[in-house]
């Protein structure tokens, strides 16, 4: 089969597709730039001619997703499927070929798609937290135009930020509402054993922890994952009936079998499981490194705030701790020696030291300026405590942030290869639709 299938390139915008052999000499229309082109052989077996046939025969069909058959007055022939076509099934291969690619695409897209999953964050928590929408009637058309856009950037297609509310448009608000409770059913109801599984995982891990220490720990680390895997697996199975749904308008009842039947035939129905596997190393990969970017420039920016606002913070300099090492001056008595301690406390705190009362004793007026520096002592701790607390507060907020987006950019490249996969996989001919 593989011997039968070519890549081509588009002429105009150079995005590639998969045809058949005996698609050559076929026109064909680029969805991405709309350019009408005849399929040609690639240099390695030779130019193929132009199909025969007089002037006025309709045109072929188009061979792929990406390929539509251009405008003509005569109705159109039925659709070509994809390659791969429907009954025919990949292997772990081509799983792998669906990472890369779409890692790629969503490298390439990496702006907008960041911009989109926050934005559907920031809608939900927001239109929750203020009960403007309840989250029950927001959550299924923006989970709906999330998947639309992630289709989108497999396809190599553009507009991808209007397309997250493209659930709430074109007859698809109903449709994915019923897709997202309906999957959210079916989860809850999978995850149970799982929680089960957990459960005797974790008593029976904590029973060896408290017996061998490190056995039980390396018990629990192992056994874990495999807790997870049966509700990862069902997960994987049903992870295109959304799509489905949203993009080709597949009925909801029908979507769940159907995306079990289409992951079912790549590599054995365990394709797309592998997949999340992978992509979740990936993921834990991409995370600590998020993580530790955020913290790197928490740090830096912080102190050298800190450093900037109150620099008496990070001093650590003999002049910040006291005045006791001041030396005497030869032949300076006691109240000059001690009133020089005092002036220089008050300069160091940026304070103006009480002036001399005619007539005030050397014993009143140094009471007055202990209780003077003690005050401004005080004033001056309260500002630099203010100064910490709110650069700290400035800091956390910006190193939020900054941990949103990076995690929002992950989040969006790793969820275009599970839509690459449905775009090869699902053909437009194929759904029965609702």
């Not at 959210?184 to 029976?204: E, Q």
Request: charged share 15%; glycine share 10%.
């Amino acid at each position: 089969m593989e011997a039968d299938i070519l890549t081509i390139k588009c002429p105009a915008c150079g995005n590639t597709f998969n045809v058949k052999r005996e698609w050559i000499g076929r026109k064909a229309k680029c969805r991405s730039c709309q350019r009408v082109f005849v399929i040609a052989a690639p240099a390695s077996i030779g130019s193929a001619p132009a199909a025969a046939g007089p002037p006025s025969a309709p045109p072929a069909t188009a061979p792929t997703a990406g390929l539509q058959p251009p405008p003509s007055s005569a109705p159109p022939p039925p659709p070509v499927p994809l390659v791969p076509g429907p009954g025919e099934a990949v292997g772990l291969g081509r799983v792998f070929l669906w990472v890369g690619e779409g890692m790629m695409r969503g490298l390439r897209c990496i702006v907008p798609l960041t911009v989109v999953i926050l934005l559907s964050q920031i809608l939900t928590v927001v239109a929750s937290v203020l009960c403007v929408v309840p989250a029950v009637f927001l959550d299924p058309p923006i989970t709906g135009g999330l998947v639309l856009v992630l289709l989108a950037a497999a396809r190599g297609e553009g507009g991808l930020v209007g397309r997250l509310f493209a659930g709430f448009t074109e007859g698809r608000y109903w449709p994915s509402m019923g897709a997202y409770w309906l999957l959210w059913v079916v989860f809850t109801a999978a995850s149970i054993p799982t929680m089960i599984l957990l459960l005797v995982v974790g008593i029976g891990s904590f029973m060896v922890i408290l017996e061998e220490g490190l056995v039980g720990l390396l018990l629990l680390a192992v056994l874990t994952p495999v807790a997870f895997a049966p509700s990862i697996y069902v997960f994987s199975r049903l992870a295109w009936a959304m799509p489905l749904v949203m993009d080709q308008r597949v009925k909801v009842g029908e979507s769940l079998g159907m995306s079990w039947r289409l992951t079912g035939r790549v590599a054995h129905g365990f394709g797309v499981f592998v997949m999340l596997i992978v992509l979740s190393l990936v993921g834990f990969v991409g995370s600590a490194l998020v993580l530790g970017t955020t913290l790197a420039a928490f740090n830096v920016t912080g102190l050298a705030a800190i450093q900037a606002t109150a620099p008496d913070l990070l001093d650590s300099s003999p002049g910040n701790a006291g005045v006791d090492n001041l030396k005497r001056n030869p032949g300076e008595s006691d109240p000059a020696y001690e009133q020089r301690k005092i002036a220089r406390e008050f300069r160091r705190l940026r304070h103006p030291m009480p002036a001399r009362q005619p007539g005030e004793s050397d014993a009143a007026y140094g009471a007055r300026l202990q209780t003077a520096l003690a005050n401004a002592t005080r004033e001056n701790a309260v500002k630099k405590a203010s100064q910490a607390v709110a650069v700290g507060l400035v800091g956390l907020v910006a190193a939020g942030c900054l941990y949103l987006v990076l995690s929002a950019a992950l989040a969006g490249v790793l969820a275009v290869p599970g839509m690459v996969g449905y775009r090869d996989m699902a053909s437009p001919a194929q759904p029965s639709g609702g």
